[in-house]
């Protein structure tokens, strides 16, 4: 697993740019996708597809104290990964 200087050093070698310029296109490219997603669907070329998914309410159990708690209903982003 790379971290994100690593990602980003890499960017920048795979397209002959700076690396400021590698970090702006990836902000970029991830804010995108990520508004795209929370609309409902975001299709990202070779990389795979964001999906908003609605997780429904649940009960769940505290590992600390062993007490069951309610966890509200949440709208959470999903990665689908390309093949």
Do not use: C, H
């Not at 310029?21 to 597809?49: C, H, M, N, T, W």
């Not at 609605?54 to 069951?68: I, L, V």
Request: proline share 5%; charged share 30%.
């Amino acid at each position: 697993m790379a971290t994100q200087a690593e990602f980003i050093d890499a960017l920048a070698k795979a397209a002959d740019i700076t690396k400021a310029d590698a970090d702006r296109i990836a902000r970029a490219y991830a804010k995108v996708a990520l508004e795209q997603g929370k609309s409902g669907f975001a299709a990202l070329p070779d990389l795979g597809r964001f999906k908003s998914v609605t997780r429904p309410a649940r009960k769940a159990r505290n590992p600390r104290t062993g007490n069951m708690i309610d966890v509200p209903a949440k709208t959470s982003l999903v990665l689908k990964v390309s093949a």
